[in-house]
């Protein structure tokens, strides 16, 4: 078992809707950083901080059975947040992450392993035996970052994306999610 220098700095905790806004800003800033050359511009360029703000109020105020959300903040703003639910796919006992971003600030400090190992144990206690998460093919970073928590990439699929285009994804697996929360 490998262990983790975690920046004690950052608190992880369960949002609720009063973070909707800060979730929201997170979720524009970190897509403007990442997917700056990969996603059209255009796209970046019109993300609303208002729109998420919504989606993020409605997720935490009627989350599904299974659904976990967990925030990082240091002691200024929320500075990252994972969801997941049950996998999309509908396997029995997969989970899914759906999102997983830090604002580049908060990246290098281990803060983004220990969101990700948060919410699988958050899932793994609703009963989820194993754990999936997709990324976009081109984006280098967050796959070396996945492969360095042990996730076995599958082989890359196009998928629709913003602005109606396709993407290359690639989904990263645990197919024992307690190697990941180990």
């Known amino acids: ?94 989970a899914e992450v759906a999102t997983l971003y830090l604002v580049r600030a908060a990246q290098g400090r281990g803060l983004g392993g220990r969101l990700l190992r948060d919410a699988a144990r958050a899932l793994a206690a609703r009963g989820a035996t194993s754990l999936v998460i997709s990324v976009l093919r081109d984006n280098v970073a967050a796959r070396a970052f996945y492969e360095h928590l042990a996730g076995v990439a599958e082989p890359a699929r196009l998928e629709p994306g913003p602005g109606g285009q396709m993407f290359h994804e690639v989904a990263y697996r645990w197919a024992d999610i307690r190697t990941l929360i180990a």
């Not at 109020?57 to 989350?63: F, W």
């Not at 990082?72 to 929320?78: E, F, I, L, T």
Request: hydrophobic share 40%.
């Open 1 to 94: 078992m490998s262990q983790e220098r975690v920046d004690t700095q950052y608190v992880v905790f369960p949002p609720g809707p009063a973070d909707a806004g800060a979730l929201a800003r997170v979720h524009v800033a970190a897509w403007r950083e990442t997917y700056q050359g990969m996603l059209p511009e255009a796209y970046l360029a019109r993300m609303s901080e208002a729109a998420h703000t919504r989606r993020f109020a409605h997720a935490l105020i009627r989350p599904g059975p299974d659904d976990v959300t967990l925030a990082a903040a240091d002691r200024r703003d929320v500075v990252g947040y994972v969801q997941g639910a049950p996998s999309r796919r509908r396997a029995a006992g997969e």
